[in-house]
């Protein structure tokens, strides 16, 4: 109890205000290269679903273009990625912008991925328990020790997390979001495309 409610807090504001002065040399590098080959702007936001179901924009660098189709509708993303988008999400670099909405207290380092809002439909009832805790920049499904769970696999442990939050969870989330990164650049992760959890859903039912 006490670590989540104070020490978790006190971790997240210096561990992000010291990792966003530390990497602000590779903020400016990604931000050129999306620049030249994206175009503006460089950063996508969207609204995410944060800690008790508050809204909060989430921002990261683009991974794909905006091109559209002769109707003028947005292509499908897989035909928007570029090498160097793909390259951006296995590493997880294009999440580097989250440090702030750590700063801000929007997320924490650690924690259930912050999903977009149209998503909140499809939640069946205990795993909305996941909004309990901040959303973070480390997934919690990393306790799964997969770099693709499925939806259900990711809420599970999402929701195991946010009822068990302790300092010995977070060191072993990270420690294992290690060894998924590992395999997520080796595996072309960025080019994966799952399901929205939206589409999932409708399917499956």
């Known amino acids: 109890m006490v670590y989540e409610k104070y020490i978790k807090r006190l971790l997240d504001i210096i561990l992000s205000g010291i990792a966003i002065v530390i990497l602000s040399p590779v903020y400016l590098i990604i931000a050129i290269v999306v620049r030249i080959q994206m175009g503006s702007p460089v950063l996508f936001s969207q609204e995410r679903i944060g800690k008790n179901e508050k809204v909060f924009k989430l921002s990261k660098f683009r991974s794909m273009t905006n091109e559209k189709d002769e109707n003028g509708k947005l292509l499908d993303e897989h035909l928007r990625l570029t090498k160097f988008g793909i390259a951006l999400r296995s590493s997880s670099l294009d999440e580097l912008p989250e440090l702030f909405s ?12 912050p999903l977009p809002t149209y998503y909140m439909p499809y939640y069946l009832s205990e795993e909305r328990k ?47 979001t290690l060894k998924i990164l590992f395999d997520r650049v080796t595996t072309n992760y960025g080019a994966d495309d799952r399901p929205h959890l939206n589409v999932y859903r409708k399917n499956k039912n």
């Open 130 to 176: 996941r909004h309990k805790v901040r959303g973070g920049l480390i997934p919690s499904d990393g306790l799964s020790k997969k770099a693709v769970p499925t939806w259900e696999e990711q809420f599970k442990y999402d929701v195991f997390y946010a009822q068990n939050i302790s300092f010995g969870l977070d060191v072993k989330v990270f420690l294992y």
């Open 102 to 113: 750590i700063l801000k207290g929007d997320m924490s380092i650690i924690g259930p991925r």
